[in-house]
């Protein structure tokens, strides 16, 4: 009889140490030939980490790496190509102004011709439904179709693995439920799968097995098909999931944030005009604005935020200041707090300290300012408490920001924002690449807000989210936004219809009834 086959990779003792932490320490795993295999972990856990150093983009500081039962040294992500492992990372790596041709030549070895990639490109993207026009520009695609360009990318080097960190954070439900199948076809090819999400129900529906990380080191394995989210939700936190408290909200509490027939012409060309929005945010509520991304979510944010001013000054109130033409520091000081959609660029500044980037937004509300001096020693202390009450995993307030894992950069960005104490809070995707443990957390955190009487609007493309935190819900469909209907008065297929802008009334004009909903 033969002996069995190695497995297709088999990791041994890798550790990897950083200057403030060891975010790899003797992790063991191995896996086979069309395996799905998830590795699942907390923010911070040291997934991320290993697997830049199965691709060759980390160095490990020890351990060993076994390829089809070979010991094999991965020095850069090429080497890692030639032996047969493909990555689709967290964010896109796609250049915007190329074509899609161009895009996939640029990470082929040699040089082939054009026309020939994109009668390549049509094969594989045909052979895993996977449709890509090769000769469209990366800047005009969605972000469901560039995230396609990535893979068809990846399969066209034939991986024997290939790894995905977080490929669904910006996928629609049904986009992810067509990213499972063209999985699944790729492993009933032989291909292994390492896959990595915080979104546990879909672990349970594509892993066949998976390695939990605590951190830094492995604590356990499991058959997802076997657990339930909540057990292992317990294997990667060692507790169980907190839930979320919420009652109803306090009825009569002032309007905080007005929309008052907001229209406003997007910079980007391919961006998304504001039509006419109409919408109050009451002290002491939760609204949720639901939609698919790209919906003017991101033009709406900009416009209330004051990174975009508009032409007048009456169609944004805060706190009963018209604020339409109010620069982002001045509505800051009416008690406006916000975290925006991208952590990395505009939520932090990447390079600069956690204290730095605490006095970037909290310096007046949070006072880290002294007679025109930085108070540096208060704004270490802020940030320090931010760290400690969001459960920051981190080496301290002097790191620098871009040294954080995704959801840890995420609870200390939320944090900043909600220690001001403030009377407006608007915020992005609350809980995008964040943990079970650190959503439940931040859901509560937002919640807890709004009994103190804060007035909050939230955006998220997570339908169950919006209906476990929000009391009314809005949607946003082609730069329109629907009336705001009390959640408990409405469901996720009703929302769902709406976001391709079905609503009542919606032609072109809020209505009347749209107007007294809102
Ligand atoms: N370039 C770096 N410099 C310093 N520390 C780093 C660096 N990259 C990661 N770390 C640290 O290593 C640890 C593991 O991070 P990693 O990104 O691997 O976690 P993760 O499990 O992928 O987390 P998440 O789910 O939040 O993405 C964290 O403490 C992080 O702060």
New binding site residues.
Partial sequence: MNPPAPPRLRLAGIRKV????V?NDGIALAVEAGEIHAVL??????????MKIIYGAARPSAGEMWWEGERVEVANPAQARALGIGMVFQHFSLFETLTVAENVALALPGKPPLSELARRIEEVSQHYGLPVDPRRHVHALSVGERQRVEIVRCLLQNPKLLIMDEPTSVLTPQAVEKLFDTLRQLAAEGCSILY?S?KLDEIQALCHTATV?RG?RVSGHCRPAEETPQSMARLMTGRDLPVCEHGPAAAGGEVRLRLAGLSHASDDPFGTDLKDIHLDVHAGEIVGIAGVSGNGQQELLRAISGEDIIAEKFPVQICGVEAGRLSAGRRRRLGLCFVPEERLGRGTVPSMSLTDNAVLTAARNARLVHAGFVAFGRARRFAAECIARFDV??GGPQVEAE??????LQKFIVGREMLQAPRVFVCAQPTW?V?VGAAAFIRQAIIDLRNRGCAVLVVSEELDELFEICDRIAVMAQGRLSPARPAAETGVENIGLWMSGLWPGADGSATETGRAAA
Avoid: F, M, Q, W
């Fill in positions: 950083y200057p403030t932490v975010a972990g907390e923010n911070g856990a040291g997934k991320s980490t290993l990595i915080h990380l830094g995993r981190c040294s954080l894992s995704g959801g840890n690449g943990d």
